[in-house]
């Protein structure tokens, strides 16, 4: 079992920048991938970043050189560093983790970010 919970988040203007933090908690040792998603009103929910147990990283293309996301192996968090923010970048950011002895990931609670124009 994967306990994830998530802090940061919030109202930000246009332009603004905002740190998401996800911990791990449980068998943190059995997680391939770790990363972000996102889900805005009325659509999908949607990857934004995520890391491999390798340090891999990979970033959806509409958020490359505005965020950035990176892990501190020590405390087992993941952080999703964000700049340059947009209206469009509102939504509910969810953590997710995908560990190697489950098909299902596991989801934090989800916070929300709200980018005013």
Request: glycine content about 12%.
């Amino acid at each position: 079992q994967v306990q994830l919970v998530q802090s940061g988040g919030g109202l930000v203007q246009a332009g603004g920048s905002l740190r998401l933090s996800c911990a791990a908690y449980g068998s943190t040792f059995n997680i391939k991938t770790i990363g972000w998603y996102r889900q805005a009103p009325g659509k999908q929910r949607e990857v934004v970043a995520t890391i491999t147990s390798g340090g891999t990283t990979n970033h959806a293309d509409s958020v490359k050189g505005r965020f950035t996301i990176s892990r501190d192996n020590a405390k087992d968090t993941v952080y999703l560093q964000m700049h340059s923010l947009e209206p469009e970048d509102t939504a509910i950011y969810y953590c997710g983790a995908q560990t190697v002895d489950r098909a299902s990931p596991y989801w934090g609670r989800g916070t929300q970010v709200t980018v005013s124009s």
